[in-house]
């Protein structure tokens, strides 16, 4: 059979048994059971709005061009969180992925079904990509049917589940290696050079992991092979480098700006103790081996059981060195938590680079497929006789899960004996009958990871839309004047909160959940002591913070009553609507993210200030660095510290900056004389929660009444350990204005463990205290005096200044910027920690504001610069070839 029908051949048993393994292992843990292919964390408020919102930023580029008859790429948008630049957003969310332009033709509220959709298709595609890899070894179909099935469902795999942004390089990285083995035997480059600027284009980050990953298998290679001279490896060397640099660089082109990005960030820097071996993840692996573990860092454990007999058969011969030692150093490689830190350049331990090892025990099924029928049955007694051994162990150290994976491999173990032994009697004479215990390993992997496991927690299918967007639906916006303002949400509970949604509406809110967003806002909401996502780039805005709300030009508040304790709408907001458990709330006064200044205060004073004084700050003045004149040390405080007693109840003691937390929880409760017609505010100074029982704490902080919660707000912390920590431990809790009496403060802390806690201030502040600031705020900000509009890359304003003084914008800082007053350049400076600002001189003036992306121009011209350079390669190659056919 030629090589052409042998690979349709392998393609069409490959689809068919994708379909039947798919329809035995996702459809009935999943589909049957009413569940979505996301979860409702990364996955609801992540992924899902990332795939929407390219489809809504290629429509809003093909109306640039189409409709406005102007080239200009979408550079800037202000409905991703307070403004970000879309092309972070887009890099992130796949938009290097064909499939995800899909998104621009489906209405809304069949995003979730489509996204459901594509996610399948991509598995498949990742199988197809196994499969290619697999044909060009030389493999027969069986085996290579076999080996896609472990790798599309395994417990490593289904990641994607929880991530979906991982499956392309489950796509890529078999092509990839697949180029490798080419570029190695001389057989050509440009399968390499085309698989690494994909790999570029997902993500530089899983690009160095499979760098080093094609390292060590290069290494081993090497080492396994008779040539071994120093000119073999010279010239291997030479031309892996060459090809990888010119690779690197063409896929740089929208890359460079992300790395410029996150070099930028503050966690880059963080470093935690690193441990050389983990006995915990030796029993993970050991116990839960045929189930389903997560061993952190967005990474699962768990292969088909039917690996087992494959290994069996690979160490049953003598050949395949390579095979076995690529296999023995990747298992070990996990329980050493020092080689997963060398993936994240030894900031923290990760097991991320498991998908290489999907493949690899994929590809062992595959080499090992057609010799299933001649183990021997001694072999197949010792086989059956190991499996019954582990299941006593592996009940021991790992329960439920280990029970689970127990079961796996006996139930695999017991079919693969039985098929062979009616093979032997040649009952059945088929080597495709192998592929049963293969897919029931497969089924109780999925059985178990969707099923009985802790690890995937799934949305309920049909949910994405009420869940992310029907509030918006509801609520009474003005659309017409929400492009130059914004909005504001407040659920009872932070983490509750939909983000990222405000960018698929294209209305400007506050919601954003990036790992690579501005880290000037996470420093702002982390100076204010904003009660957000202890991770530092999830923002859901100012938890009633009226001032942080007014200077950030929040016009309406949307407040999700669903129970009464949730705290209240900011003060200087009235309600103008009520819609069932949604309330609608819009500023008493006038908002605009453009507006004067003329105090200066200096970072320095700033700093060296409390949460509560520097949103007191901002209301009055503009911060901006190196300033001359320091502080405001001649303003009135705009509040009162408030004189409290501690007592403590429940299973909790406080002694000192020690808090100790019993298993049953409890709570510091703050006494002081009864208050009235004031906003209440509770600071946490520099809470640490170091040694608590779990990878992150939650505590609640409510304002009482004779013993009665009134209003309550939550906060979920992360110990200094965690990788995700960002140095958040100062924190301002806005209770809010109340005109009835409030007489005690709780603050319950719900997590069990130690704590430490530098002190605790109860802050209040009159009416009249409030209008003061507020009053000193309208005074100087002239928005009568400005006009201003935002239109895509650009915002313009005319404003008319009575003095020299500084207009200030809150739109978040960037290099990208660029400003002009009446045509001439001027600086922009980063004002307030996180926005902007220009100095504006005396009288009228038209001011222009323009967003190129930074780096993106030399991003482009490597890229274009690579091209050509290889480009010439591919010409003269072609030329040689056919001079020498001549």
């Known amino acids: 059979?030629?090589?052409?029908?042998?690979?349709?051949?392998?393609?069409?048993?490959?689809t068919v048994w994708y379909l039947v393994f798919f329809c035995v292992c996702i459809v009935p843990f999943l589909c049957a059971r009413g569940y979505s292919f996301f979860g409702p964390g990364d996955g609801l408020n992540q992924r899902l709005n990332y795939y929407v919102y390219i489809g809504t930023w290629v429509k809003k580029f093909a109306s640039n061009i189409f409709i406005d008859h102007n080239m200009e790429i979408p550079m800037w948008d202000m409905s991703i969180g307070m403004g970000d630049d879309p092309l972070g957003v887009i890099v992130m969310g796949g938009g290097h992925d064909l499939l995800s332009l899909v998104s621009a033709f489906i209405p809304l509220r069949y995003a979730e079904i489509s996204f459901d959709i594509l996610l399948a298709i991509r598995l498949y595609l990742a199988g197809l990509s196994y499969s290619i890899f697999a044909y060009h070894k030389g493999r027969s179909i069986d085996s290579i049917a076999a080996g896609a099935m472990v790798y599309c469902f395994s417990a490593v795999i289904y990641i994607v589940f929880i991530q979906s942004g991982f499956l392309p390089f489950f796509c890529c990285f078999p092509l990839l290696l697949l180029g490798v083995d080419r570029l190695w035997q001389g057989k050509g480059h440009l399968l390499y050079v085309i698989m690494l600027v994909y790999a570029m284009t997902i993500a530089t980050y899983f690009t160095f992991i499979a760098a080093i990953l094609i390292v060590v298998y290069c290494v081993i290679r090497f080492f396994s092979e008779e040539e071994r001279s120093i000119k073999r490896f010279v010239t291997l060397f030479i031309r892996f480098m060459v090809f990888s640099v010119i690779a690197v660089c063409i896929g740089l082109v929208f890359e460079l700006p992300s790395i410029m990005t996150t070099a930028g960030l503050d966690r880059i820097d963080r470093s935690f103790t690193i441990p050389v071996f983990s006995v915990y993840n030796m029993i993970l692996m050991i116990s839960h081996a045929f189930s389903c573990a997560y061993m952190g860092g967005d990474a699962t454990f768990g292969i088909s059981a039917v690996a087992v007999i494959g290994l069996l058969c690979l160490f049953d011969r003598k050949d395949n060195r390579r095979l076995k030692w690529l296999f023995v150093i990747y298992t070990v490689s996990f329980v050493f938590p020092v080689v997963g830190a060398v993936f994240h350049l030894m900031k923290y331990p990760t097991a991320r680079y498991v998908f290489g090892y999907d493949l690899l025990i994929a590809y062992i099924v595959t080499c090992t497929y057609d010799d299933l029928p001649t183990l021997s049955r001694k072999k197949r007694f010792g086989l059956l006789l190991g499996a019954l051994i582990y299941v006593p162990i592996a009940l021991v150290l790992g329960r439920r899960a280990g029970m689970f994976s127990a079961v796996s491999l006996i139930v695999t173990v017991i079919s693969y004996v039985i098929i062979v032994s009616l093979s032997e009697r040649k009952t059945l004479n088929s080597n495709r009958w192998y592929m049963v215990p293969v897919m029931i390993s497969c089924i109780l992997v999925s059985a178990f990871s969707f099923y009985d496991s802790s690890v995937f927690t799934m949305l309920e299918a049909g949910s994405a839309y009420n869940e992310n967007y029907e509030l918006?639906?509801?609520?009474?916006?003005?659309?017409?004047?929400?492009?130059?303002?914004?909005?504001?949400?407040?659920?009872?509970?932070?983490?509750?909160?939909?983000?990222?949604?405000s960018m698929v509406y294209g209305t400007n809110g506050y919601d954003y959940y990036n790992s690579n967003c501005n880290p000037y806002v996470s420093d702002y909401y982390s100076e204010m002591g904003v009660n957000s996502s202890a991770t530092g780039f999830m923002f859901t805005g100012f938890r009633g913070r009226s001032f942080l709300d007014i200077t950030g030009a929040t016009r309406y508040v949307l407040r999700k009553n669903d129970k009464d304790t949730c705290i209240g709408a900011p003060y200087g907001y009235e309600l103008i609507s009520s819609n069932d458990d949604l309330e609608?709330?819009?500023?008493?006064?006038?908002?605009?993210?453009?507006?004067?200044?003329?105090?200066?205060?200096?970072?320095?004073?700033?700093?060296?200030?409390?949460?509560?004084?520097?949103?007191?700050?901002?209301?009055?003045?503009?911060v901006l660095d190196g300033a001359a004149g320091g502080g405001t040390e001649d303003m009135t405080p705009g509040h009162s510290v408030c004189d409290h007693s501690v007592i403590t109840s429940g299973d909790i003691s406080y002694t000192g900056n020690d808090i100790t937390v019993g298993p049953e929880g409890g709570y510091l409760e703050l006494s002081f004389d009864e208050i009235t017609d004031s906003e209440l505010s509770i600071f946490l100074d520099d809470l640490i929660g170091d040694q608590v029982n779990s990878d992150y704490y939650i505590i609640a902080v409510a304002k009482c009444y004779q013993d009665t919660v009134v209003r309550s707000d939550y906060y979920t912390g992360l110990p200094t350990q965690n990788t995700y920590y960002c140095g958040k431990d100062d924190l301002l809790f806005n209770l809010g204005y109340t005109e009835e009496p409030i007489d005690t403060v709780r603050i319950y802390f719900i997590t069990p463990g130690r704590y430490t806690i530098n002190d605790i201030k109860v802050y209040t502040r009159s009416e009249a205290q409030l209008d003061s600031v507020i009053s000193s705020f309208y005074e100087h900000a002239g928005m009568d005096s400005v006009e201003y509009a935002y239109d895509g890359n650009h915002i313009s304003a005319q404003v008319v200044s009575d003095k020299d003084q500084y207009l200030y914008f809150a739109v978040p800082y960037s290099k990208g910027w660029h400003a002009t007053v009446d045509g001439e350049a001027v600086d922009i400076l980063r004002a307030n920690t996180a926005f902007m600002a220009i100095p504006v001189p005396q009288g009228a003036h038209t001011v222009e504001l323009s967003?190129?992306?930074?780096?993106?121009?030399?991003?482009?011209?490597?890229?274009?610069?690579?091209?050509?350079?290889?480009a010439g390669i591919l010409a003269v190659e072609h030329r040689k070839k056919r001079a020498g056919k001549i």
Not at 851 to 870: E, F, Q, R, W
Request: net charge negative; charged share 25%.
């Open 851 to 870: 967003y190129t992306t930074p780096y993106l121009m030399h991003g482009a011209c490597m890229s274009a610069a690579s091209i050509i350079v290889y």
């Open 1 to 14: 059979m030629d090589k052409k029908r042998t690979f349709g051949l392998l393609m069409r048993r490959y």
């Open 472 to 501: 918006l639906e509801r609520a009474d916006l003005d659309k017409d004047e929400m492009n130059n303002v914004r909005y504001s949400v407040l659920y009872r509970v932070v983490s509750d909160t939909p983000t990222n949604v």
């Open 584 to 622: 609608t709330y819009q500023s008493v006064n006038d908002v605009s993210m453009v507006y004067f200044c003329d105090d200066v205060v200096s970072s320095e004073y700033y700093l060296e200030s409390q949460p509560i004084d520097r949103e007191e700050i901002v209301m009055r003045s503009i």
